[in-house]
């Protein structure tokens, strides 16, 4: 049973619009959420990432927001560039039960259009 | 140059011979995860360290070995490899730090089991 859902497998927008990716879990002991960006023949890199105890956290273009009642956070990119182009996947882990095992989505490519 | 290396990038072997795949962090970093990514499953925990000589299953650990011995090396075995193992494999790191966990990544390992 996949603990980490991101439901769209891709998505595509021009550039200069907001990018938003979706990502739903099920797992209540979650506590700590993560986005990776990853380009073609390379590992994922870290992005951004937030506490269950906030609901949003920005770090330049990029803004995660957290919905616990819902279950469900979104990572938005605004302005979107071109170089945004890259699978992104959503990460959750459950540090407060003492894990630090990340439990991944599927991943959305995003492709940004110039 | 902070970074997770991974040797070999690139292997095809046949069924039942025995492999390796070395990892290495530069980073004196605590924890270190392999994961396996396929088509539309995205990343899948194989195994992880909390520290030397400390390792647990992650989700799907069937068909591997890793080891411990020092700090920087998390090797990744496979005794007897199968087709269903043929994957991109990625070796991760990261510090322990309370309610923080953002991993780096290696470059992956592309393996095709014949």
């Known amino acids: 049973d996949q603990q980490v859902k991101q439901n769209s497998p891709s998505l595509s927008v021009q550039e200069g619009r907001i990018s938003i990716l979706n990502c739903d879990y099920t797992?209540?002991?979650?506590?700590?959420f993560l986005w990776y960006k990853k380009y073609p023949a390379e590992g994922p890199t870290f992005l951004i990432s937030?506490?269950?105890?906030?609901d949003k956290n920005e770090d330049g273009r990029f803004t995660v927001f957290l919905n616990k009642s819902a279950k469900h956070l979104s990572l938005h990119i605004v302005p979107s560039q071109p170089g945004d182009s890259a699978v992104y996947f959503c990460?959750?882990?459950?540090?407060?039960?003492?894990?630090?095992?990340?439990?991944f989505g599927k991943g959305t490519k995003l492709s940004v259009i110039p | 140059e902070a970074q997770v290396t991974q040797n070999p990038r690139y292997l095809i072997t046949v069924t039942g011979k025995k492999l390796t795949v070395t990892c290495s962090q530069n980073?004196?970093?605590?924890?270190m995860s392999w994961y396996r990514q396929d088509p539309g499953l995205g990343l899948r925990q194989i195994y992880y360290?909390?520290?030397?000589?400390?390792?647990d299953k992650g989700d799907v650990p069937e068909g591997y070995k890793v080891s411990r011995k020092e700090k920087r090396n998390f090797p990744l075995i496979l005794e007897s490899p199968s087709p269903n193992q043929t994957s991109l494999y990625f070796c991760?790191?990261?510090?322990?730090?309370?309610?923080?966990?953002?991993?780096?990544f290696g470059p992956g390992t592309r393996l095709t089991v014949l």
């Open positions: 991760a790191s990261s510090l322990i730090r309370e309610g923080r966990n953002e991993q780096f």
């Open positions: 797992n209540s002991m979650f506590d700590y």
């Open positions: 937030i506490s269950s105890i906030k």
């Open positions: 990460a959750a882990s459950a540090h407060g039960a003492g894990s630090y095992q990340l439990t």
């Open positions: 980073m004196n970093h605590e924890y």
């Open positions: 360290s909390m520290n030397v000589e400390v390792t």
